[in-house]
């Protein structure tokens, strides 16, 4: 009983390497790509510095994105790098692991239609919000 | 045909088509496919520890969380009820995985 508990907690961690190390290093030669052929100049294009727009233009990229939320630490970092604020690179994480277009289809099958839209909806925002809270707590402490 | 792609899946089709873009892009500019390998290494470098970690800790957690623990916290007559929410940091694996065990 107790073998079959850990054997079944392999089993899973196989499945969820299975599922997440293709995403994981596609992402990182896609940001491979990104960094040599992406000019600085075009993120700032998109993050304009805007204080209000930048982290709602992060939660709207996080939350079309899909995988494991590991894969977006490593785009986040990036991201920074890149000059983009920690703001926008906050709601983009957040927004990642809280909101999921690309499963509501399966959410709303699940959990219904308007509770999956409302609650995808109502973390969007949220994503913004707690990004921008986190840099101003961060900004009082830190 | 769409067996086959059903078979291989989403995210190693993803990631063959990453692969096939480095390919693409070879033909056109290998200068820039070694300088994207090279940040790619690095990158892989930097995170496979922080990896080994995850996975670990993914392992612990499908060690003692289970759809029957889970519904232990949050069913009805529990006393704090929402302390394990999908989105809470001990779920790590992706979000749709969440909806079997709400369900």
Redesign the interface.
């Known amino acids: 009983m107790q073998q079959s508990?850990?054997k079944?907690?392999?089993k899973?961690?196989l499945n969820?390497?299975?599922?997440?190390i293709?995403?994981?290093?596609?992402v990182?030669?896609?940001?491979?790509?990104v960094?040599?052929?992406v000019h600085k100049e075009f993120f700032a294009r998109i993050f304009t510095g805007n204080r209000a727009l930048d982290p709602l233009i992060g939660a709207i990229f996080g939350s079309i994105a899909?995988?494991?939320?590991?894969t977006s630490y490593?785009i986040g970092g990036?991201l920074l790098k890149n000059g983009i604020s920690l703001v926008a690179v906050l709601a983009f994480i957040v927004s990642w692991?809280?909101v999921?277009s690309v499963?509501l289809l399966?959410?709303s099958m699940?959990?219904g239609k308007k509770f999956a839209l409302l609650l995808n909806g109502i973390?969007l925002l949220m994503a913004v919000v707690i990004a921008v809270l986190t840099v101003l707590i961060s900004g009082i402490f830190g | 045909m769409k067996n086959v792609l059903m078979r291989i899946g989403a995210n190693w089709l993803f990631m063959i088509a990453v692969v096939l873009l480095y390919f693409i892009l070879g033909l056109w500019n290998f200068q820039a496919v070694i300088a994207s390998l090279e940040t790619f290494l690095g990158l892989l470098k930097r995170i496979l520890p922080i990896l080994v970690l995850v996975f670990a800790l993914i392992y612990l957690s499908n060690l003692f969380l289970n759809p029957k623990v889970v519904s232990r916290y949050l069913g009805e007559g529990t006393k704090r009820r929402g302390g394990l929410s999908p989105s809470s940091p001990v779920f790590f694996p992706p979000a749709q995985y969440t909806f079997g065990i709400l369900c």
């Not at chain 1, 969820?16 to 997440?20: D, L, P, Q, Y």
């Not at chain 1, 293709?22 to 596609?26: F, M, R």
């Not at chain 1, 990182?28 to 790509?33: P, T």
């Open positions: 508990r850990w079944q907690a392999g899973g961690l969820n390497i299975k599922m997440s293709p995403i994981l290093l596609g990182l030669l896609l940001i491979g790509l960094n040599t052929l899909a995988g494991n939320p590991m490593v990036e692991v809280t999921g499963q399966a959410e699940s959990l973390a």
